[in-house]
């Protein structure tokens, strides 16, 4: 979804967002995001929140966040998915704030249940991006290193037992990892 995209700052100038676009400042970007992600969002936001109303409203400014910071957007450190997945985390950790600073509009209960949010178990949501991000960062890695990786860290398999699947030294087995892990250390990531 790169490209040249207009954009209407606070101030009513016209401007355009540059070559790392994330597509949200045109109709066309904003119509594909929504036919994507949508129904993604307010699931998400639903679950979270537990309110079909806040779950909608958090659809909506985390919308409107991304379509301000639409120039912002860097394909190199995730998708524009992962990216409207992370805006809406921090939308609704807002939220969840901003109901815990009033607890007239809630009960104790919601307070205690919102306000940890950042704690919670991920939801099949989260689990999936993170699956995902996982699957596109190990794609970066040569095989030899991937294929060490998977089996050691991810498999929680002993060095000798890999090395001894792989039929190869163990300090084979113990360096790529290393080069592994320290490849994956300098990449970008996040959204």
Same mark, same amino acid.
């Given at each position: 979804m790169?490209?040249?995209?207009p954009?209407?700052?606070?101030?009513?100038?016209?401007?355009?967002?540059?070559?790392?676009?994330?597509?949200?400042?045109?109709?066309?970007?904003?119509a594909?995001?929504l036919?994507?992600?949508?129904?993604l969002? @307010?699931?998400r936001?639903m679950r979270? #929140?537990? /309110?079909s109303?806040?779950?909608e409203h958090?659809?909506?400014?985390t #919308?409107?966040?991304? !379509? =301000?910071?639409?120039?912002?957007?860097?394909? =190199?450190?995730?998708?524009?998915?992962?990216?409207?997945?992370?805006?809406? =985390?921090?939308?609704?950790?807002?939220?969840?704030?901003a109901?815990?600073?009033?607890p007239?509009d809630?009960? !104790?209960?919601e307070?205690?249940?919102?306000?940890d949010?950042?704690?919670?178990?991920p939801?099949?949501?989260?689990?999936?991006? /993170?699956?995902l991000?996982?699957?596109d960062? #190990?794609?970066r890695?040569?095989?030899?290193?991937?294929?060490?990786?998977?089996e050691?860290?991810?498999?929680?398999?002993?060095?000798?037992?890999v090395?001894?699947?792989?039929?190869?030294?163990?300090?084979?087995?113990?360096? =790529?990892? @290393?080069?592994?892990?320290?490849?994956?250390?300098?990449?970008?990531?996040g959204?």
């Open positions: 790169s490209g040249i995209c954009v209407v700052d606070v101030a009513g100038r016209r401007s355009t967002c540059g070559v790392a676009c994330a597509g949200l400042c045109n109709d066309d970007g904003l594909a995001v036919a994507a992600d949508r129904a969002l @307010h699931w936001a979270g #929140l537990g /309110d109303g806040l779950a958090a659809v909506q400014e #919308l409107l966040r991304a !379509w =301000r910071s639409c120039a912002g957007f860097d394909e =190199r450190k995730g998708t524009v998915r992962t990216w409207l997945l992370a805006i809406e =985390r921090n939308v609704m950790i807002d939220i969840a704030r109901r815990a600073a009033r007239a809630t009960n !104790w209960d307070i205690t249940e919102l306000s949010v950042r704690f919670a178990n939801d099949f949501a989260e689990r999936l991006v /993170d699956g991000l996982v699957a960062l #190990l794609a890695l040569p095989e030899s290193q991937r294929a060490a990786v998977v050691v860290i991810l498999r929680d398999r002993a060095y000798q037992e090395a001894d699947d792989f039929g190869v030294p163990v300090g084979t087995v113990k360096t =790529r990892v @290393h080069y592994a892990l320290r490849s994956l250390r300098s990449l970008p990531i959204a």
